[in-house]
């Protein structure tokens, strides 16, 4: 049988992503019921993380004991990856040993090639190009708070960036309109915004791609890997902090979500972080349960 990986969203199909949010609420809630569910006992999740991480490693950890299995966090700084060891043969030799890979690094090739090698499901914990499991948790969270996303309204504002990338797959696969509103030189990756046809429009100005949205989402102005552009970056993205005023342009059901870690002050102000239109507490635990459904979904038969 042919492995399945999680490197995007295209990965899945639209029926299967939206099976996962659904299981990823039933998860929620029988873990709030203090129900035990362990259909991972023995299993074991390997973690490499060649960037930082609090959100993604926490949540696949918990995930697993949680499911019964365990993790193994592996960073480049303690294994034979920091020293050269080529990704072909660490995929080969982890995936003997693992039944499931998470990768979070900086060339989304490397998660690819991780895959081609593998003998057992790889999960893409992010890359600079894309972030799928956050856009679960984010799908997730938008289901639980106003229902179906279908035809609603998304306004992305801030950097073209992997969350960003994300979005436009997002748009595709859960069918509803995205408005991308970015600098001009920070736009998202051509190739996407191909892909994603007439879904997805690209502004200059924020408070156009707001009006009338449903859900607005950002991200940092600088990710891992852009910290030597981030003096540069603030200055041209200024004019792209979301505030509780910007979102008074939106929908009156508009929902605000940020992937964390915040920059308050930066592409979030502080007092939006805690505006009650703000779900970005619930939309951080949702990596939980989201993640959970999706490891069952990729391991237990
Ligand atoms: N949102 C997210 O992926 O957070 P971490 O970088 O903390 O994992
Ligand atoms: N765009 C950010 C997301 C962090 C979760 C980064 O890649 O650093």
């Known amino acids: 049988m042919t492995v399945r990986h999680f490197l995007s969203l295209m990965d899945c199909s639209p029926a299967e992503l939206a099976g996962l949010l659904k299981r990823g609420t039933e998860l929620k809630s029988l873990h709030r019921q203090g129900v035990i569910y362990e ?42 990856l920091g020293r050269g060891e080529t990704v072909e043969d660490s995929a080969r030799v982890l995936s003997r040993m693992c039944d499931a890979v998470m990768i979070r690094t900086f060339a989304h090739s490397t998660v690819e090639t991780f895959a081609a090698w593998s003998q ?34 998304v ?11 994300s979005y436009i797959q997002a748009a595709i696969q859960f069918d509803f309109q995205l408005r991308i509103a ?3 030189g920070y736009d998202p990756d051509p190739a996407f915004l191909d892909q994603a046809g007439d879904r997805v429009t690209l502004l200059r100005d924020p408070a156009a791609a707001v009006a009338g949205a449903h859900l607005v989402s950002t991200d940092v102005w600088a990710s ?22 910007l979102l008074d342009l939106a929908d009156e059901s508009v929902i605000f979500m940020h992937c964390l870690p915040a ?35 990729l391991l237990v038969d």
């Open 39 to 80: 259909p991972l006992k023995n299993r074991v999740l390997g973690m490499i993380f060649e960037k930082a991480s609090t959100r993604t490693r926490v949540s696949f950890e918990a995930g697993m004991i949680q499911l019964g299995g365990q993790a193994i966090f592996l960073s480049p700084r303690d294994t034979q």
């Open 120 to 153: 057992v499901p790889v999960i893409n914990g992010l890359s600079d190009d894309l972030h799928p499991c956050q856009l679960l948790a984010d799908m997730q969270t938008f289901l639980e708070h106003r229902g179906s996303i279908k035809d609603k309204t």
């Open 155 to 165: 306004a992305w504002i801030g950097d073209g960036n992997n969350m960003c990338n």
């Open 182 to 184: 970015c600098p001009e």
């Open 224 to 245: 891992m890997g852009q910290e030597d552009e981030a003096q540069d970056r603030l200055q041209r993205f200024a004019p792209y902090q979301v505030t509780p005023a």
């Open 263 to 297: 920059h308050r002050g930066e592409e979030v102000s502080a007092e939006l972080m805690d505006d009650p239109r703000s779900v970005v507490w619930d939309q951080a635990e949702n990596r939980l349960h989201a993640q959970k459904a999706l490891v069952e979904f």
